[in-house]
T-cell receptor, first 112, second 112 residues
């Protein structure tokens, strides 16, 4: 099966700075890479996703980049705000069974 | 359109009892995933159902089981409950056509 590794496990940044979270995967045939944000006590919410035929996708302050050759993808948050504080999970959907594999999560804290 | 709904929101059981958790996917979604999220930890994959069949199973003992009904709703059963089964149980649904998965609000299971 797929092996997804996410780094770092915790990340603290000052308000206004950028934050980058990286995930690597093992199956080169995997084709879908979503990112979820989970605020304390709430359900994980899909915030952005990218498919294997695209290298970069941006939505306002968040962006995701995909390097298929190196098998890694990253979440970029610019101009961070305290409300960005949450746990972020990357995920990978394998192409054979279609199962969704999650990384272990990154606790992002944005200090005002 | 209603999102993914789970019931009950909270469940308290004693050790050795059985728990039944329910999930209703988004209308039109045929896939249901179950995850266990223990306090402070990531999303541990339990089970995946699609079109009424079990497609994949995570590394959990057989006392964790489930099923998917003809209307694509799903049930997770946990037999012989142990204290360490206390966790937030999340289900997510996706369609065959799209690849986005959306989460329910979860069932908080407490075993005492």
């Amino acid at each position: 099966g797929e092996n997804v590794e996410q780094h770092p496990s915790t990340l603290s940044v000052q308000e206004g700075d950028s934050a980058v979270i990286k995930c690597t995967y093992s199956d080169s045939a995997s084709n879908y890479f979503p990112w979820y944000k989970q605020e304390l006590g709430k359900r994980p919410q899909l915030i952005i996703d990218i498919r294997s035929n695209v290298g970069e996708k941006k939505d306002q302050r968040i962006a995701v980049t995909l390097n298929k050759t190196a098998k890694h993808f990253s979440l970029h948050i610019t101009e961070t705000q305290p409300e960005d504080s949450a746990v972020y999970f990357c995920a990978v959907r394998e192409s054979t069974l279609g199962r969704l594999y999650f990384g272990r999560g990154t606790q992002l804290t944005v200090w005002p | 359109e209603a999102g993914v709904t789970q019931s009950p929101t909270h469940l308290i059981k004693t050790r050795g009892q059985q728990a039944t958790l329910r999930c209703s996917p988004i209308s039109g979604h045929t896939s249901v995933y179950w995850y266990q999220q223990a306090l402070g930890l990531g999303l541990q994959f339990l089970l995946w159902y699609d079109e009424g069949e079990e497609r994949n199973r995570g590394n959990f003992p057989p006392r964790f089981s489930g099923r998917q009904f003809p209307n694509y709703s799903s049930e997770l059963n946990v037999n012989a409950l142990e204290l360490e089964d206390s966790a937030l149980y999340l289900c997510a649904s996706s369609s065959q056509q799209n690849t986005e998965a959306f989460f329910g609000q979860g069932t908080r299971l407490t075993v005492v």
